[in-house]
């Protein structure tokens, strides 16, 4: 069974940085398709950010610019790099695992992240 542990989030002010990072447990890591999503509150959970095994990556288009997705398969831990971050980011982020066939799909419990002065 996979295990994703989010970790990184808390309050930051406009126009702040956090990084969040994902690690994973488990030997499926590197072929895995690794994103970020994210839930505010009343809305439903919209994709982030994603990375495939091969490092491409695609972003949802409010965030392009300011966000930056990354991978470290030795450490089995995807980041998230969240700068110039607005109060419309705040929102619960979620990581998330997908295989290539999407043969698999496994999420994290969320970490908060609070944009607010």
């Known amino acids: 069974q996979v295990q994703l542990v989010e970790s990184g989030g808390g309050l930051v002010q406009p126009g702040g940085s956090l990084r969040l990072s994902c690690a994973a447990s488990?030997?499926?890591?590197?072929?895995?398709?690794m994103g970020w999503f994210r839930q505010a509150p009343g809305k439903q959970r919209d994709l982030v950010a994603t990375i495939t095994s091969g490092g491409s990556t695609n972003y949802a288009d409010s965030v392009k610019g300011r966000f930056t997705i990354s991978r470290d398969n030795a450490k089995n831990t995807v980041y998230l790099q969240m700068n110039s971050l607005k109060p419309e980011d705040t929102a619960v982020y979620y990581c998330?695992?997908?295989?290539?066939?999407?043969?698999?799909?496994?999420w994290g419990r969320g970490t908060q992240v609070t944009v607010s002065s």
């Open positions: 488990g030997s499926i890591f590197s072929i895995s398709t």
């Open positions: 998330n695992m997908r295989g290539p066939l999407y043969n698999y799909d496994y």
